[in-house]
Antibody, heavy 116, light 107 residues
Framework: QVQLVQSGAEVKKPGASVKVSCKAS????????MHWVRQAPGQGLEWMGIINPSGGGTNYAQKFQGRVTMTRDTSTSTVYMELSSLRSEDTAVYYC?????????WGQGTLVTVSS | DIQMTQSPSSLSASVGDRVTITCRAS??????LAWFQQKPGKAPKSLIY???SLQSGVPSKFSGSGSGTDFTLTISSLQPEDFATYYC?????????FGGGTKVEIK
């Protein structure tokens, strides 16, 4: 069965960076793109970008251009999302989500708290 | 960017009610529309893709319709486990965008 297992919660200071991982299993890792979506407390869903695990190509939302980097490690079937220059507004749950032409499976989410 | 507008933002309904949520896109998106269900403290769950196709394992009480700019999600007979927030999302073009959500509460 498809599983996306994300890394644990993080607490970061403003200006720092965070790197969240998403380990995929139950399918061929390189055959499906992966999205990153975030949700601030009490708010809706916000798309951050997508990565092609096969070639590593990415497409980022303009809002995050220059601050976000999505990478992958095919040897461990893991995708990563790194967000830099963190500010309090980046406090959110970050989700990875598999793309099968549309989003079908979601990770459990990783809470990132930015606080001084 | 394509704006997605859901209505209502919240609704109260009783068990057994038929519930309809609407989603409007700011420009035509053909049928590149998905619906998700999210319960408090949980990840979203994918319900519907291509406007009307059920994801594997999703019960048939959920149905979707529409094309172009106007879409609906219908729950035929609301059950206690259906009380949640529902989001639409377009995937016709990047950036992917979501509606603001509809919270379905118990009356």
């Amino acid at each position: 069965q498809v599983q996306l297992v994300q890394s644990g919660a993080e607490v970061k200071k403003p200006g720092a960076s965070v790197k969240v991982s998403c380990k995929a299993s139950g399918y061929t890792f390189t055959s499906y793109y992966m999205h990153w979506v975030r949700q601030a407390p009490g708010q809706g869903l916000e798309w951050m970008g997508i990565i092609n695990p096969s070639g590593g190509g990415t497409n980022y939302a303009q809002k995050f251009q220059g601050r976000v980097t999505m990478t992958r490690d095919t040897s461990t079937s893991t995708v990563y999302m790194e967000l830099s220059s963190l500010r309090s507004e980046d406090t959110a749950v970050y989700y990875c989500a598999r793309d099968a032409g549309n989003i079908d499976y979601w990770g459990q989410g990783t809470l990132v708290t930015v606080s001084s | 960017d394509i704006q997605m507008t859901q209505s209502p933002s919240s609704l109260s309904a009783s068990v057994g009610d038929r519930v309809t949520i609407t989603c409007r896109a700011s420009q035509g998106i053909s049928n590149y529309l998905a619906w998700f269900q999210q319960k408090p403290g949980k990840a979203p769950k994918s319900l519907i893709y291509a406007a009307s196709s059920l994801q594997s394992g999703v019960p048939s009480k959920f149905s979707g319709s529409g094309s172009g700019t106007d879409f609906t999600l219908t729950i035929s007979s609301l059950q206690p486990e259906d009380f949640a927030t529902y989001y639409c999302q377009q995937y016709e073009s990047y950036p992917l965008t979501f509606g603001g959500g509809t919270k379905v509460e118990i009356k």
